[in-house]
């Protein structure tokens, strides 16, 4: 693609060296780092990238829809641009216009072709699609809309459809979920994070993002209609599922 060598590479996230009074919110400040988040806070964020490009490879046919729900910078939707050599049609919907301003830029740099629509994917429509995207957004929603929200995404999908989902996850048993957590809070200090930034990071987060157990995502995904639910890949308390509509 033209114009890689014009993007130039990530900010450093330190947002959370000072202490933070309010809410998780992908404002300005969280935008302007947020790659550099995400590669530095989802372990194996890269290969599992490079994993779900490569089912979608599989499934996706010339001229078709992928809708990212969520899409934050469209990293995601320009890796598939990428290293997908068919003509698809790319959709990224985010309700964050400083998110979605780093994602023009980006597009831009790359000479992409993706659309980007500024929207509530809750409370709007969206086209339907051969490939729907869920990339760590669906724990951002609220525990109490997500099944009417699913029923959409499920309405929304094609026949032989495939949702993909990657999902931060807890454990049900709290012992396990303690270990993991920690093994957790160890990578995140591999990663360059402080104490510090972990805690006000932690506190920023908390009832902004709400986990679901592995086994309660299947059991949700199940229940608006979706019949095949497949787990691809895992690491401690992070998931990705492959969810197919027959």
């Known amino acids: 693609m033209r114009g890689v060598k014009k993007y130039n590479k990530m900010s450093k996230d330190n947002i959370f060296q000072k202490k933070i009074d309010k809410q998780f ?24 990238l490079d994993l779900i490009v490569q089912i979608i490879e599989k499934y996706i046919k010339e001229n078709e829809q992928i809708l990212d729900l969520g899409c934050s910078t469209a990293s995601l939707l ?15 919907i985010d309700n964050s216009k400083p998110m979605l301003e780093q994602a ?39 525990p109490i809309e997500r099944e009417n929200f699913l029923k959409k995404v499920f309405s ?25 957590i920690d093994i957790y809070y160890d990578y995140k200090k591999k990663m360059g994070y402080s104490d510090y930034e972990i805690a006000q990071k932690r506190e ?17 995904l199940k229940s608006v209609g979706f019949d095949e639910v497949e787990t691809i890949f895992k690491w401690a308390n992070f998931s990705t599922f492959l969810v197919l509509k027959n």
């Open 78 to 92: 320009l890796t598939i641009e990428k290293k997908i050599n068919k003509k698809l049609k790319l959709t990224g």
């Open 156 to 180: 929304k999908l094609e026949k032989k459809g495939l949702l993909i989902l990657s999902e931060k996850i807890i454990t049900e048993n709290s012992i396990l979920n303690k270990h993991l």
């Open 25 to 48: 919110q992908f404002d300005e400040n969280v935008a302007s780092v947020f790659d550099d988040m995400l590669n530095r806070s989802v372990p194996f964020y890269n290969e599992n």
């Open 104 to 142: 023009r830029k980006k597009i831009k740099a790359f000479n992409s072709k993706i659309k980007l629509i500024h929207a509530d994917i809750l409370k709007n429509d969206f086209p339907v699609s051969k490939i729907i995207i869920l990339n760590y957004t669906l724990q951002f929603i609220r």
């Open 204 to 220: 920023a987060l908390e009832n902004v993002l709400i986990p679901y157990t592995e086994q309660e995502n299947i059991r949700l």
